[in-house]
């Protein structure tokens, strides 16, 4: 070999040994590249479930142990017809709950009828007398039977003579309870017409859930703002064409109000469109028949405090309190102070499921207070004809 093509060969190896070692040093460095972008992007990636920020605001908190008056509480299920053994809250408690609170009645609107509803009187009305109340229910299963009103009105009367003081209408009529035929049962069928009026006649009212959350006729997905909530409970999405919509089935509720004019209807969770108070303010003008109550839609009205406040102001002789909510000092609590201070950007009771933001205190006067808290329920239910 001459000395040309050593050198050769010598400087071909070193370019070669330069560009491997360039070559593993490159890989090195693309590697960590790619493990500090990984780690980034996970830095800046955070499940929804785990976000809890805790806000830095610096303002007033009052907190309300008792109510500034006696309550009653139109809307609730603690140990209903419907509960297991396992679910039941001992009487005793409940009742212990209420007094810390200032509750003066507890109304349980789920009795059903007949030795379920016994049962409901025997083990919460009887023994407390005047901390509870119990509503009656249909018994759809019976809707295919020939004069199912007419069945209908007798198992009613049966159940006011036993002590039931008003009748519950779940949210299933008109989105889900169906003839055998799979027809859905129209919430405005006339042939219903004897039920609403024999209610009227006896001076009970009708505490009625139509439709949900505007939020559960829409897409499930990152647009709708109670997505959490959806994905926790699917069941409660209503979007799609196989259901009614929400305007059409309030629309067939507004025409039984307007048939019976007679009956007090309670349009329950602010009338059912809390997220449009001028839809519930335009239907509380047009049928005087009827009043609200505002279980389980705190973070609703609450988001919006001074149309709230105006809305409270203006209905004050129309609006009833209730939770829907397991009896329970915290819950009662919270209500309180939303209802009764003026405290900026707190919690509603069981934040952040329903929504992902913050509520704002009424401050409501005493005068609106004592009405929305018992005495519009003492009214409704002074109605009685028993």
């Known amino acids: 070999m001459n000395r040309r093509n050593f050198f050769s060969r010598v400087v071909q190896g070193s370019a070669a040994a330069g560009w491997a070692e360039a070559s593993a040093g490159g890989a090195l460095r693309a590697s960590g590249s790619a493990e ?4 980034a992007a996970a830095k800046e990636t955070l499940l929804l479930r785990d976000f809890h920020p805790v806000s830095m605001l610096h303002v007033p908190v009052h907190e309300v142990e008792r109510a500034r008056f006696p309550v009653i509480d139109v809307h609730n299920h603690v140990n209903d017809a419907r509960r297991s053994s396992g679910e039941r809250i001992p ?7 209420m007094d810390h609170s200032n509750l003066q ?11 379920y509803l016994q049962a409901v009187l025997d083990e919460m009305v009887k023994p407390y007398p005047g901390r509870f109340v119990v509503f009656t229910q249909i018994d759809w299963k019976r809707v295919d039977e020939p004069d199912f009103s007419g069945s209908m009105v007798k198992q009613i009367d049966d159940a006011v003579a036993r002590g039931a003081r008003g009748l519950k209408v779940l949210k299933d009529f008109g989105l889900t309870v169906r003839h055998k035929s799979g027809e859905l049962v129209k919430v405005d069928d006339p042939e219903l017409d004897p039920i609403w009026a024999d209610c009227g ?4 009212p009708v505490a009625i859930h ?4 505007e939020a559960f006729f829409h897409p499930v997905n990152g647009e709708n703002e109670r997505f959490e909530e959806l994905l926790h409970h699917p069941d409660w999405s209503f979007y799609g064409h196989q259901f ?3 305007e059409s089935l309030l629309t067939a509720r507004e025409r039984v109000f307007a048939r019976h004019s007679g009956t007090t209807f309670i349009a329950l969770h602010v009338g059912n469109w809390p997220e449009n108070l001028d839809y519930v303010s335009q239907q509380l003008d047009r049928l005087p028949n009827v009043v609200i109550e505002v279980g389980a839609r705190q973070a609703e009205i609450g988001r919006q405090p001074r149309r709230a406040r105006e809305f409270f102001e203006k209905y004050q002789d129309r609006i009833l309190f209730g939770t829907d909510m397991t009896p329970e000092e915290g819950l009662y609590r919270n209500w309180f102070r939303f209802l009764e201070t003026a405290d900026d950007s707190f919690d509603y009771w069981g934040a952040p499921e329903q929504g992902r933001w913050k509520i704002y205190g009424l401050n409501l006067p005493d005068e609106i207070l004592n009405k ?11 109605q009685y004809k028993g």
């Open 36 to 39: 500090t972008a990984s780690k």
């Open 91 to 97: 009487p005793a408690r409940v009742i212990e709950v």
């Open 105 to 115: 009645t507890i109304v349980i609107l789920t009795g059903m009828w007949g030795e």
């Open 201 to 204: 006649r006896l001076g009970i």
């Open 210 to 213: 139509t439709t949900d959350p």
């Open 244 to 246: 009614p919509s929400k």
């Open 372 to 382: 929305v808290y018992r005495r519009n329920a003492e009214r409704i239910f002074g």
